[in-house]
């Protein structure tokens, strides 16, 4: 019996009959005798296996332990027929880079039960699909207008840019604000900078992953990315005309096709044409709530 097939007899309650004691994982198999016993299962196998119980879930989920990163690491070398032979990129584990690059084929978060189309977006390491994606996310120009973050802490975090339009992650843009403001003023600078260089590398490190799904999907690609960018623009559009957004997505104007790649430009023109059709919501609604006042 090889030695996986040995392993996954071990977990099956058939395998201890009445007269033998069944093994007790976590009290019988010190965690580095489980590591060797790994080190044959392939990456699909340990994501089964990270499912059986918590025990497991736990020594295969720790992204911070030498012992379980080696684990992930040997599975994945061992598999290199299978497997990328390239290092994650610099700050991402090895569960995770398995998980985004191979394992997960939907969205994370809805499992693809909201669109069937999904994207690993590498500067954020999730798999979502468009409506996730936007839930999610925020414009830069929201950031710094509406939320007004200061541009010191955006320049921290890891953004997707369509054209020269940046977008960040929601939970990203707190956590990093939060502890922008609660470290002491004067380590401020010093901090930010460590995180600069931290954020630059890592998108540097990511973004052969992105040219590859790029010029593996170009039509769906750059589909998705304006249907990105104009939901997000039409978001910054409604926040600062204070209209409801989901009008402006019904405007002619914003099925409007533009041409790929557009230019920035091209973007302003589309930009323009659904403002002035944001100005003529506001008009109405200025009228409707003017004739209530005269009658
Ligand atoms: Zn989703």
Redesign the pocket.
Known sequence: MGAQNLFFAMLRSDYSTPRRRQLNFTTDIPPEIFAAICEYLTPDDLFTLLRVCRYFRALLSASRSAYTQEIWRTSRLRSSELFDHRPPPKGMSEQQYMLLHYWLT??????????WE?KAYWPFKVR??????LERTISKHRLLNEWKIPKGVLSCLPYISIGTYEIYWISDVIQVEFRFRTIPPATRTLWATKQQERVRHYLQDVEEFELAYKYNMIFWYYKEQESIRKSCMVDDIAAELAVDPQQLKELSAYEEPLQWPPKERDWAAWRHKIVIGAQQFTKLQRRKVDKRWSL
């Open positions: 939907k969205c994370q978060f809805c499992r693809g039960q909201k669109e999904s979502a699909c468009r409506s996730c994606l």
